[in-house]
């Protein structure tokens, strides 16, 4: 059994690596001069520059658009988890007949390929004067990420046994105080794995961000797009603005992996 | 008050859930009916079914859907069966696994645009690019991926994006498979393939149905990978339904055609949506 596993361990190794290799490539090019960058064959050791990290700052403002970034999806999260978990909350503990058909009908807002509601609203977009705003993004993030919400919230409330509410409901406790002493302290984790997973998805967003911004409310996704051609050229610039584009929400992902399979599948798969 | 607050509490979701889902159906649909070109100010009169029939008779129109429904199903047959062996390949104990693991989710977590440049440039440059080099090391001339290729070299940006998915849900789904159950069947003389076979296969079935319908939901859009790659070219060889409707709406700037396009695409993700969602339905208590 023992050579065994070292020999599926090894070719596990291998395959990963061979998998992740775009992305370790990516990251050592953003340490290479423009040069290095292009050269033929490609250059595996180099003395590292981090002079390319400035430069993209400097070129194309990577401060800006990481700010817009981060704004729209903070602000989507938040504004996403102020309606989701009252939802949430009276679906889980004020079940009725019909709370099962109302989850599986947000589910199915879900399914609306985005291109669908392009037009729409690009055009409400444009009526109201929001291209190119953050307000229109952030609605749209939080739009789109809602039923995700709403039932990753869902199915972590209805695990918290309801005979902890019926005490505190005994005790006088209203709904508010109910929620914030009783239900917030148990639903912490799943308050904070929602968020992140909500997080990587705001982040990662292109649809939108590449159709309804561009200069002033764009954010990474964008700002990278932007690098098709002929920025494209540089890519020791491209290899690092992607990096610092990429690199905190990988990380966050990783602790967000076991979210993410329960928040996609809608809980299908546990 | 018993009744008031729960509904109170339910009330913003539902609302916004419901214009979000009314007000552009509601809008496509009448669009769609319309003569409505955002460069030509003036009245937008009734006219039946010509957008649809406009849509339909571009000749970017079949190349469209058979490039969607191909980079669909290349997509999802690639990720299903890879995925499902990667996810046999890690769920054996090795030193080093839990890295490895970590290692493999990480291109989910990639923004596509970055996934496509990184592709397009780093990857499959004809001349700098690692595979070039690859392909003269080994004595081959060099493809250019993009320009001959263009939807290969989509599905494999968008299939390298999507593997870490497919596989980390096989791998949470390996993880309920009952141990016990596969060592009594390989004491009573059943041979690996077998085991594979009448007893994974049956406990994966279920995952593979849930990836393989919501990679459809999402693979129907795709969109930012052909964006910022081939901008659906050369000629239509890469223009998906996504990325046509698109050029409608924002390129020549036709809301009306646009929107009969956005109506057709929407057709086709409830096909889809149906089976999910009854699956799903069935999961909830």
């Not at chain 1, 309801?162 to 984790?189: K, Q, S, T, Y």
């Not at chain 1, 540089?234 to 990783?254: D, E, R």
Request: contains cysteine; proline residues 6%.
């Amino acid at each position: 059994m023992r050579p065994r596993a070292l020999l599926l361990g090894a070719v596990a190794w291998i395959v990963t690596l061979v998998l992740v290799f775009p992305l370790l490539w990516l990251a050592l090019t953003s340490f290479k001069t423009e040069l290095q960058a292009i050269s033929v064959p490609p250059l595996l050791f180099f003395t590292p520059t981090l002079e390319i990290f400035a430069e993209v700052q400097t070129r194309s403002d990577y401060l800006h658009y990481a700010r817009n970034s981060l704004v729209t999806s903070v602000a989507s999260t938040l504004l996403g988890l102020a309606i989701a978990a009252p939802a949430a909350y009276s679906m889980a503990f004020f079940r009725t007949r019909r709370t099962r058909d109302l989850l599986v009908w947000m589910l199915s807002t879900k399914m609306m390929p985005a291109v669908g509601a392009l037009v729409p609203v690009y055009v409400l977009a444009q009526t109201a004067g929001l291209l190119d705003s953050l307000t229109a993004l952030i609605v749209v993030f939080t739009l789109s990420n809602l039923p995700i919400m709403v039932w990753m919230l869902y199915s972590g409330f209805k695990d918290i046994p309801p005979e902890i509410l019926e005490a505190a409901r005994m005790d006088g406790a209203r709904v508010w105080g109910e929620f914030r002493h009783v239900i917030r302290p148990l639903a912490m984790g799943t308050l904070a794995s929602t968020g992140l997973l909500c997080l990587v998805l705001s982040w990662n967003e292109a649809f939108w961000s590449l159709n309804l911004s561009a200069a002033r409310a764009g954010t990474l996704a964008a700002l990278i797009a932007s690098y098709s051609s002929p920025e494209g050229l540089f890519w020791a610039k491209l290899s690092a603005a992607s990096l610092m584009a990429i690199a905190p929400i990988v990380v966050f992902g990783w602790f967000s992996q076991k979210q993410l399979v329960q928040g996609l599948t809608f809980g299908a798969v546990k | 008050m018993n009744r008031l607050v729960p509904r109170l509490l339910l009330a913003p979701a539902v609302t916004t859930l419901l214009l979000w889902m009314i007000v552009p159906l509601a809008m496509t649909l009448y669009f769609s009916a319309i003569r409505y070109n955002l460069m030509q100010p003036g009245e937008r009169e009734f006219i039946g079914l010509a957008n649809f029939e406009f849509f339909v008779t571009d000749p970017d129109f079949w190349p469209s859907v058979t490039n969607t429904l191909v980079l669909l199903g290349a997509v999802v047959a690639a990720t299903v069966v890879l995925g499902v062996g990667l996810a046999l390949l890690v769920n054996e104990p090795f030193p080093g696994r839990g890295l490895v693991r970590v290692l493999l989710i990480s291109p989910f977590f990639v923004m596509p645009t970055v996934n496509a440049l990184m592709w397009k440039h780093m990857m499959m440059n004809p001349i700098y690019g690692v595979l070039a080099w690859v392909a003269r090391t080994l004595g081959v001339t060099p493809v250019d991926w993009l320009s001959d290729h263009p939807l290969s070299s989509i599905i494999v940006m968008v299939s390298w994006q999507w593997l870490p998915f497919a596989t980390l849900i096989f791998m949470t789904s390996l993880q309920s498979l009952d141990r016990d159950q596969v060592e009594a069947a390989g004491m009573d003389g059943a041979n690996a393939p077998q085991r594979f076979w009448f007893l994974t296969v049956p406990h994966l079935a279920r995952p593979i149905a849930v990836v393989v319908m919501i990679e459809m939901i999402f693979l129907l859009s795709v969109f930012a990978e052909i964006f910022t790659t081939t901008g659906g070219g050369p000629g239509n060889a890469s223009t998906n339904m996504a990325f046509l409707i698109f050029k409608q709406a924002l390129m020549n700037f036709d809301v009306g055609v646009a929107s009969a396009g956005a109506l057709f695409a929407v057709v086709l993700a409830n096909v889809a949506a149906v089976f999910l969602i009854r699956m799903i339905g069935k999961n909830l208590d």
